[in-house]
């Protein structure tokens, strides 16, 4: 789960991270309201969405006095930010966060992640903040400095330590830096977070550590212990359809293509995918409805498919612990509800499997069964072409 930069950098300030203070405001009436509070001769206005570029997308404005907050809040409500990480859809801009300006002397990088590989907590820190980490680490690898940390260890001073070393914090900052870092891991491990970011940190001209903006996300299989955490989170920002799924404990990620898929369990389904590239298609989801699907999952799952984009429908299901029975229920009972247009491709394997299709062929619905996937994914690509 995201958050927005101002919830990030509240709770930034509950555990010990310099930040700046700030309002959030809907309008641009708000917005010079708010500025008004700050003790401050010049301010920052920022939109708040889930995305980066913000500022290259104009999301972002100095403003001198409170006519000018008003007047970049007016430009920044509203509008609609489009990046790599937006998709052409972009993301539209609904709030704004006013904060007042500091004056920068150098820009830093870091953030705290999860290590896979290494089953640990991973230090990610640079010299070059302020900038897209991704375009350094393709660009100029060695400006990039790596940490892992134990996790039944923690973070040691001389892990913090050697990071400051290596990114060029002033030997006046280097406790203060490590107390930063510090909260930041306590605050890592304490909320389950997947990751904590900073960029900027900034060194300002007063000789201060702050930090400017902020990203937090946390691990959706955690988020039920942490009920605060859940409060925070920002619907209008996620996709309708995945947003809906999580309300049904299905994994489901909206794609580009055109072929709707619908598996159970996750390796299968990047199979179906991969085989569905195979043979000249795209797919227009990934969604797993998990190994004890129920008759009324596979019906929401099944309702997620319906979308404009979708040409065809291929389901592939290897009964284990869920029947094909079950599955088949499901298909029949969502694709009446649903009144469906596009031509649907049934693979069904495993338990249950000959009651599976014949609830199929007693449905009185155009289904195409398939025996195995290759074929099943070569008729959804003729299909929806």
Do not use: W
């Not at 039944?152 to 990114?167: C, F, H, N, P, Q």
């Amino acid at each position: 789960m995201k958050i927005h930069e101002y919830q990030a950098k509240e709770l930034f300030a509950k555990f010990g991270v310099a930040t700046q203070q700030g309002y959030v405001a809907t309008t641009k009436e708000q917005a010079k309201e708010y500025a008004a509070k700050l003790s401050s001769s010049m301010y920052v206005v920022k939109a708040q969405a889930h995305c980066g570029g913000r500022g290259k997308a104009g999301g972002v404005k100095l403003a001198r006095t409170l006519d000018e907050v008003e007047a970049a809040a007016s430009k920044i409500l509203g509008m609609r930010i489009v990046n790599k990480q937006t998709g052409a859809e972009g993301k539209l801009v609904r709030k704004v966060l006013v904060t007042d300006a500091v004056n920068i002397k150098k820009e830093f990088y870091l953030s705290l992640a999860v290590d896979n590989e290494n089953a640990s907590v991973v230090i990610i820190a640079s010299g070059a903040g302020g900038t897209e980490i991704e375009e350094i680490a393709a660009s100029q690898p060695e400006l990039i400095v790596k940490q892992l940390v134990s996790t039944t260890m923690g973070l040691r001073d001389y892990e913090a330590r050697y990071v400051a070393d290596k990114i060029g914090i002033r030997k006046e900052n280097v406790k203060e830096f490590i107390l930063m870092l510090k909260n930041m891991y306590r605050l890592f491990v304490e909320k389950d977070c997947s990751l904590v970011e900073i960029n900027p940190l900034v060194e300002t001209e007063e000789g201060k550590l702050i930090a400017i903006d902020g990203k937090v996300n946390f691990d959706d299989n955690a988020l039920f212990r942490h009920p605060d955490i859940l409060e925070l989170r920002d619907v209008d920002e996620e996709n309708p359809k995945e947003y809906e799924a999580a309300k049904h404990d299905l994994n489901y990620v909206s794609l580009d293509g055109s072929i709707g898929c619908m598996v159970n369990g996750a390796g299968l389904a990047m199979a179906t995918m991969d085989i569905i590239h195979a043979f000249g298609g795209e797919p227009a989801n990934f969604l797993d409805v998990g190994g004890t699907a129920t008759t009324e999952r596979v019906t929401a799952a099944f309702k997620l498919l319906s979308d404009a984009s979708v040409r065809a429908i291929l389901v592939n299901i290897f009964g284990g612990i869920v029947k094909c029975d079950v599955i088949a229920e499901g298909i029949v009972i969502a694709a009446k509800e649903v009144g469906l247009n596009v031509p649907l491709i049934v693979r069904l394997d495993g338990t249950n499997v000959e009651k599976g299709k014949q609830i199929l062929k007693d449905s009185g619905l155009k289904i195409y069964a398939e025996g195995d996937l290759r074929s099943a994914a070569r008729k959804a690509v003729e299909m929806a072409k």
